[in-house]
């Protein structure tokens, strides 16, 4: 069965300092894999995807994620974190069997200034 | 994403009482999902439809049931509420041409049940 596991339940940065969010996944086949953030009392926005091709996949709002295949990770960052990008973050597998997604369970990203 | 609209944003109902949730999209998408957020728990995926006449149980159905009545909307029931059904409900759209599309999801339902 696919899934993904987001480690972290939280992840504390200082403004203007790197970020990143972890992801690590399971799957039978290719892994076709997805962010969503949430900002608060809103629904999930699309980030980005890897379906194939680089490894690494740029994305909205200055986001970026890294896949690596042996360490079946797919992990988000940016250079350079806004306080507006504090919110929750989600990692998603698209199941390859059925087409849905599958959701990890959130890391809430917090950005002090 | 403003494409895909949901009412009532929130509700508070009691124990027994019957519920809908709607889901409306002006996407022209093909595929619809119901999930449920729960702390901790991420998204879990409750029903999707892949079109009018095709409706598939997710992870979590009992309790729940669903009706397609176009492909614009998609609605959400609990036939007799329990506490434990209390959530954050999110309705999901994605094109079926291009198998790895993402989903668009609406705000959301804050669904309490005392």
């Known amino acids: 069965a696919q899934s993904v596991a987001q480690p972290e339940d939280q992840v504390n940065v200082a403004e203007g300092n790197p970020l990143t969010v972890k992801c690590t996944y399971s799957v039978s086949g290719n892994p076709y894999l997805f962010w969503y953030v949430q900002y608060p009392n809103r629904g999930l926005q699309f980030l980005l995807k890897y379906i194939t091709g680089d490894n690494l996949v740029k994305g909205s709002y200055g986001f970026e994620a890294e896949f690596n295949k042996s360490q079946t990770s797919f992990h988000l960052k940016k250079p350079s974190a806004l306080v507006s990008d504090s919110a929750l973050y989600f990692c998603a597998v698209r199941d390859y069997n059925t087409d849905k997604l599958i959701f990890g369970t959130g890391t809430r990203l917090q950005v002090f200034p | 994403d403003a494409d895909v609209t949901q009412t009532p944003r929130n509700r508070i109902t009691k124990t027994g009482k019957r519920i809908m949730l709607e889901c409306s999209q002006t996407?022209?998408?093909?595929?619809m999902y119901w999930y449920r957020q729960d702390p901790g728990l991420g998204l879990r995926l409750i029903y999707y439809?892949?079109?009018?006449?095709?409706?598939n149980k997710g992870e979590i159905s009992d309790g729940y049931s669903v009706s397609r009545q176009a492909q614009a909307k998609f609605s959400l029931s609990l036939e007799s509420a329990i506490p434990n059904q209390t959530a954050l409900y999110f309705c999901a759209t994605s094109e079926i041409a291009g198998k790895y599309n993402e989903q668009f999801f609406g705000p959301g339902t804050r669904l309490t049940v005392l």
């Open positions: 439809s892949f079109d009018v006449k095709d409706i």
């Open positions: 996407k022209g998408h093909d595929r």
